[in-house]
């Protein structure tokens, strides 16, 4: 516990601290918002600091922090050093940057940036990215509120476990899909604007009620400096499967994609650091406490079922059930079913942002403007087509779930590694100190890299991992002094 106690403690110093460096940074001042600017009552429209807040904060979460927090602490202790350090240093620096750069821009969404700063044939590849990164998060959270509400109903888990669909979760899924394309059509403040800040306060509870439970549990947890015992628990090395399955807690490209959504809600750019940085703090400190409660049923107290979560795939279909009994065992009927709403908005929240960002992505290429509902059909009938297409054949493979998980993990952080390189750039061009995203940038080139070549496509030895990962660095490292020394003056 004294290892969760300092980490949290580093997550809120980080805030305070290099939170406010990064803020002198940009340098945030007085000029008008894409919210006043170009105020249009649909997307661009102006709502109270602490909605935008909570609503950016829930658009992000998801169960990232959730899911990948406890499927991250088969690692050990190692998970809480990538949530502290990643979250200070890469995951908020790349979320408040983003952000800015989105206000800077007109409220930009996230092709139109990496466009704008790494050419237009990065642009054309990020926008095909995206949407279809988007399209995935918004099917992948389907699945998991869909598998908690199903068990509350009286699905049968076991035979859901061995890959026999339920009529519960078939429901359940169609109901909140229906969800997404309401949602997604209607203006900002029409549902966002006024159930998020309801939902969000219910994940907040859920994780402060948690971080309660373990403070009166004390549980007997491995320390950082007794070593890394949750090596022992999966096959995986920590590098690079830790830093692809920790994603929303410490970094994610998918935040990016959600910013924009917000840039174009807030009335003051001095609002950013709270707004955009303090969102990705407050999710750093939800999977830490998620990680910490995994680690207790790992270590301090072993139960049946739960070693399923040392597995690896096996554990991203059972997560949803494994949150379902931590709540409701640790806080009760009326805390669990409180936390438990907080779960399952989690993932619908951040599902439907995900399609109302790839509407206005598309919308955004093709020059269409969104006022009239005739051009938002346009955007949204072939894509929640597409998005149907997707859902079924999950619904139909038994490993369909978690196919799309293991690609969606890994296209997650390589959108970070666009956008990092894409905010590189601008501060280069700025002449600020670029090292703040330029070191975030080189790791995660290397993470991604050696992730997909090693991992998913070609089961290569350990050794192979850092020879590949210790090659990107180089390149990335070489093509940006090339780089630089070309255009360090440009502004």
């Known amino acids: ?39 249009d009552g649909l997307d661009f429209i102006v709502l109270p600091n602490w909605k935008v807040f909570m609503i ?48 800077r821009h007109d ?59 339920q009529m519960e979760y078939i429901w359940w899924s169609l109901a909140i899909f229906v969800y997404y394309i309401i949602a997604t059509m209607l203006p900002v403040d029409k ?15 859920m994780a402060a009620a948690l971080m309660v439970m373990l403070f009166v549990k004390m549980p007997d947890l491995p320390e950082l400096w007794e070593g890394l015992p949750g090596e022992a628990m999966t096959k995986s090395a920590i590098f690079p499967a830790l830093f692809i399955t920790i994603a929303c807690g410490a970094i ?20 950013g650091r709270p707004i955009f940085y303090g969102a990705m703090i407050t999710e750093g400190i939800v999977a830490l406490i998620w990680a910490t409660v995994a680690m207790y049923f790992f270590y301090d107290q072993p139960t049946p079922g739960y070693e399923q979560v040392a597995g690896g795939a096996a554990a991203i279909n059972d997560a949803p059930s494994i949150v379902n009994k931590m709540c409701n065992e640790w806080l009760g009927i009326a805390g669990g079913i409180l936390a438990l709403l907080g779960v399952v908005a989690a993932p619908i929240t951040s599902g439907d942002t995900a399609f109302r960002s790839a509407r206005l992505i598309i919308a955004d290429f093709l020059h269409l403007k969104q006022k009239s509902i005739r051009n938002r059909l346009m955007v949204c009938i072939p894509m929640f087509a597409g998005a149907i297409a997707l859902l079924a054949w999950q619904m139909s493979d038994a490993k369909g779930f978690d196919t799309i998980w293991g690609w969606f993990g890994w296209s997650n ?17 700025k002449q600020k100190p670029f090292v703040i995203t330029l070191i975030p940038a080189l790791f ?48």
């Not at 980490?7 to 809120?12: F, G, K, M, R």
């Not at 805030?15 to 940009?26: D, I, N, Q």
Request: proline fraction near 4%; charged fraction near 10%; glycine fraction near 8%.
């Open 107 to 165: 409220g930009a969404n996230q092709p139109e940036i990496i466009g704008h700063y790494l050419g237009d044939t990065t642009k054309r590849v990020m926008l095909v990215f995206s949407v279809f990164l988007l399209v995935m998060v918004g099917v992948v959270f389907v699945y998991s509120p869909a598998k908690i509400l199903g068990d509350m109903t009286g699905a049968d888990a076991v035979a859901a476990q061995q890959g026999e669909m």
């Open 413 to 429: 952080q390589t959108l970070a590694v666009f956008m990092l390189w894409a905010v590189t750039v601008y501060l280069v061009r």
């Open 56 to 103: 950016q904060f829930l658009n992000i979460a998801g169960t990232g922090p959730i899911f990948g927090a406890i499927m991250g602490a088969k690692f050990g202790p190692a998970a809480y050093l990538w949530i502290v350090f990643g979250c200070i240093f890469a995951g908020a620096t790349h979320d408040y940057l983003s952000g800015m750069l989105s206000m």
């Open 191 to 205: 549902i966002i604007g006024k159930i998020y800040p309801l939902f969000a306060f219910s994940l907040l509870f």
């Open 444 to 491: 995660m080139t290397a993470v991604c890299t050696s992730y997909l070549l090693c991992v998913k496509l070609f089961q290569l030895h350990e050794t192979a991992v850092w020879s590949i990962a210790a090659g990107s660095v180089i390149i990335s490292l070489v093509w940006f002094c090339l780089w630089y020394r070309k255009n360090k003056a440009t502004k």
């Open 252 to 271: 994610s490209g998918f935040h990016a994609t959600q910013s924009p959504l917000m840039a174009r809600c807030v009335k003051s750019e001095r609002m």
């Open 1 to 39: 516990m004294i290892t969760f106690v300092v980490s949290l403690v580093a997550l809120v110093l980080g805030y305070m601290l290099y939170g406010r460096f990064v803020e002198r940074v940009f340098g945030p001042d007085d000029r008008p918002t894409p919210a006043v600017a170009k105020a």
